[in-house]
């Protein structure tokens, strides 16, 4: 199969010989997909035997690595990494680059996805960097750290600026000296094919960034096909821009799992044997949310309980007729959640597969009609925190981008035993500005199985509550007010086995 031109084609090994100490490396991939594991695999193994690469600074849009010790956590070493950069960090517990990171051991910073992303677009296409109104009063605003997670991160990768009179932030474009991406397959001469992939994590523009900095690429695959045989409509990253291919024959397509077809290829969600969700609180907010929707909608889904949205709608026979996203470049289908798995970042009977890069760019747009996202800790205000919590450092993800740019939000939280832990006089960080949506004119609302809350300008109102329940309780938990024109919520959203939501659209009886 090979020839004169297949050069690229390597060991682990070798290719990882195009990383060398001080430079600026960019990893692929997301939390169990699109994983370059064994280029990652091989770098630890190499840092451990010979101290080298060291000093690298470490840049993700995404964490890689569905568990502790793959992925960013395999990498993020003390000695091999001195500054970190990433969307998200660490979504469950606190590995050791987490601890790293509060000892002051290396710089690190959370931006947000999106903006990790525009970064690289910026570096890529040779600008200085991007000006945005996302992360305004949040965490990422200098006034309030510009990002970063230890006081031994002076480095400013954010400014505030005025143009035409309105405050907003710059963010200085990230160069880069070698990416490390994923694909399913390459041809003999490096083109990139991502077929069989549940989601696409950036591929061709870490590849792009790297590129115009002057550095190097190095790209694993399962397989090689010979030249001439991969359709140029496959292909995510062409061939001139690589310059070392890896070939992980036992590559899995997602963390723990070789291949399932149900993940890359069209099918109809009806076909799928979807578990339903348990009777109790988060069924009551997760019918209370689905009243939002109407038929047609289009709708930005993140983890926690949204996550379940899919699950609902397919039981109550609507899925088919709505559209619901993720950050990751998947639309459409049941993602892994709504399946019963741990792997959100995927889909069962996806409609379609696009670069996660994208998508952003489109949610930071306000193209999705609204979006269901979960909640860490909430204040009166209705300021929220997601993205930082004692010694956890999960990071903001999209988070920022879809708040900033969707103009219908809803946030979800249960209101039980727990409660205290959400609600909150003072976050500890802060990922959403309730004053900037007021400022961008966003409707916002929170739900829980006690009640509904909109945002106003004096912070946090009851419209709605729960039958047989008073709403002075939730108020007095939340610290919002009580609308003079409160109304008990839908009674479907508490009784029955189904609310028969498409009944309802007939009828004109959801919103």
Same mark, same amino acid.
């Given at each position: 199969?090979?020839?004169?031109?297949?050069?690229?084609?390597?060991?682990?090994?070798?290719?990882?010989?195009?990383?060398?100490?001080?430079?600026?490396?960019?990893?692929?991939?997301?939390?169990?997909?699109?994983?370059?594991?064994?280029?990652?695999?091989?770098?630890?193994?190499?840092?451990?035997?010979?101290?080298?690469?060291? *000093?690298?600074? /470490?840049?993700?849009? &995404?964490?890689? %690595? !569905?568990?502790?010790? #793959?992925? $960013?956590?395999? =990498?993020?070493?003390?000695?091999?990494?001195?500054?970190?950069?990433?969307?998200?960090?660490?979504?469950?517990?606190?590995?050791?680059?987490?601890?790293?990171?509060?000892?002051?051991?290396?710089?690190?910073?959370?931006?947000?996805?999106?903006?990790?992303?525009?970064?690289?677009?910026?570096?890529?296409?040779?600008?200085?960097?991007?000006?945005?109104?996302?992360?305004? *009063?949040?965490? /990422?605003?200098?006034? &309030?750290?510009? %990002? !970063?997670?230890?006081? #031994?991160? $002076?480095?400013? =990768?954010?400014?505030?600026?005025?143009?035409?009179?309105?405050?907003?932030?710059?963010?200085?474009?990230?160069?880069?000296?070698?990416?490390?991406?994923?694909?399913?397959?390459?041809?003999?001469?490096?083109?990139?094919?991502?077929?069989?992939?549940?989601?696409?994590?950036?591929?061709?523009?870490?590849?792009?960034?790297?590129?115009?900095?002057?550095?190097?690429?190095?790209?694993?695959?399962?397989?090689?096909?010979?030249?001439?045989?991969?359709?140029?409509?496959?292909?995510?990253?062409?061939?001139?821009?690589?310059?070392?291919?890896?070939?992980?024959?036992?590559?899995?397509?997602?963390?723990?799992?070789?291949?399932?077809?149900?993940?890359?290829?069209?099918?109809?969600?009806?076909?799928?044997?979807?578990?339903?969700?348990?009777?109790?609180?988060?069924?009551?907010?997760?019918?209370?949310?689905?009243?939002?929707?109407?038929?047609?909608?289009?709708?930005?889904?993140?983890?926690?309980?949204?996550?379940?949205?899919?699950?609902?709608?397919?039981?109550?026979?609507?899925?088919?007729?709505?559209?619901?996203?993720?950050?990751?470049?998947?639309?459409?289908?049941?993602?892994?959640?709504?399946?019963?798995?741990?792997?959100?970042?995927?889909?069962?009977?996806?409609?379609?597969?696009?670069?996660?890069?994208?998508?952003?760019?489109?949610?930071?747009?306000?193209?999705?009609?609204?979006?269901?996202?979960?909640?860490?800790?909430?204040?009166?205000?209705?300021?929220?925190?997601?993205?930082?919590?004692?010694?956890?450092?999960?990071?903001?993800?999209?988070?920022?981008?879809?708040?900033?740019?969707?103009?219908?939000?809803?946030?979800t939280l249960e209101a039980g035993p727990k409660a205290s832990r959400k609600f909150v006089p003072e976050l500890q960080h802060r990922t959403f500005s309730a004053s900037e949506a007021q400022r961008r004119g966003q409707q916002v609302i929170y739900v829980t199985e006690e009640g509904v809350m909109r945002l106003v300008a004096a912070g946090l109102e009851i419209t709605e509550y729960a039958p047989g329940s008073d709403p002075r309780q939730l108020a007095s938990l939340t610290g919002a007010r009580v609308s003079e024109l409160a109304q008990q919520m839908p009674s479907a959203c508490f009784e029955g086995t189904s609310m028969n939501?498409?009944?309802?659209?007939?009828?004109?009886?959801?919103?």
């Amino acid at each position: 199969m090979t020839t004169g031109r297949s050069s690229k084609i390597m060991p682990a090994e070798a290719a990882i010989g195009f990383v060398t100490s001080g430079m600026t490396m960019a990893v692929g991939g997301a939390g169990g997909v699109q994983e370059p594991d064994a280029i990652i695999e091989a770098l630890a193994r190499r840092f451990e035997a010979k101290g080298d690469p060291a *000093d690298l600074t /470490l840049l993700f849009p &995404m964490r890689t %690595g !569905a568990s502790e010790g #793959r992925g $960013t956590s395999r =990498l993020a070493m003390r000695g091999m990494v001195s500054r970190l950069i990433g969307g998200s960090i660490w979504p469950v517990g606190v590995p050791d680059f987490v601890r790293a990171i509060h000892d002051g051991a290396f710089e690190a910073y959370n931006l947000s996805i999106g903006l990790v992303y525009a970064m690289l677009e910026a570096a890529a296409a040779g600008r200085p960097g991007v000006v945005t109104r996302a992360g305004l *009063d949040t965490y /990422l605003d200098p006034v &309030m750290g510009g %990002g !970063a997670l230890n006081a #031994r991160s $002076t480095g400013k =990768l954010v400014d505030s600026v005025r143009i035409d009179g309105e405050r907003l932030l710059y963010y200085r474009a990230l160069p880069v000296d070698v990416a490390i991406i994923r694909g399913s397959v390459a041809d003999e001469d490096g083109n990139i094919g991502v077929a069989g992939e549940p989601s696409v994590c950036g591929p061709l523009l870490l590849a792009q960034a790297a590129r115009a900095n002057g550095g190097k690429v190095i790209a694993q695959v399962s397989r090689i096909v010979p030249r001439h045989t991969l359709p140029p409509h496959d292909v995510r990253v062409p061939g001139h821009l690589v310059d070392a291919l890896v070939v992980h024959e036992s590559q899995e397509q997602v963390a723990g799992a070789r291949f399932d077809a149900r993940l890359a290829e069209a099918g109809a969600t009806t076909a799928l044997d979807v578990p339903p969700v348990p009777e109790g609180p988060r069924l009551a907010i997760l019918r209370r949310c689905l009243l939002e929707l109407a038929p047609g909608c289009t709708a930005v889904i993140g983890m926690g309980l949204p996550a379940l949205l899919p699950r609902l709608a397919h039981h109550e026979g609507v899925l088919e007729r709505l559209n619901f996203s993720v950050e990751h470049g998947v639309v459409g289908g049941v993602n892994g959640i709504s399946m019963g798995g741990s792997v959100f970042p995927i889909s069962y009977a996806p409609s379609a597969i696009i670069d996660a890069a994208d998508q952003l760019r489109g949610y930071a747009g306000g193209v999705p009609d609204l979006a269901f996202l979960g909640v860490g800790e909430i204040d009166p205000q209705g300021n929220i925190n997601v993205s930082r919590f004692g010694d956890r450092i999960p990071g903001s993800g999209g988070f920022v981008d879809i708040t900033s740019g969707i103009r219908r939000l809803v946030f979800t939280l249960e209101a039980g035993p727990k409660a205290s832990r959400k609600f909150v006089p003072e976050l500890q960080h802060r990922t959403f500005s309730a004053s900037e949506a007021q400022r961008r004119g966003q409707q916002v609302i929170y739900v829980t199985e006690e009640g509904v809350m909109r945002l106003v300008a004096a912070g946090l109102e009851i419209t709605e509550y729960a039958p047989g329940s008073d709403p002075r309780q939730l108020a007095s938990l939340t610290g919002a007010r009580v609308s003079e024109l409160a109304q008990q919520m839908p009674s479907a959203c508490f009784e029955g086995t189904s609310m028969n939501l498409s009944v309802l659209w007939s009828e004109g009886g959801a919103r």
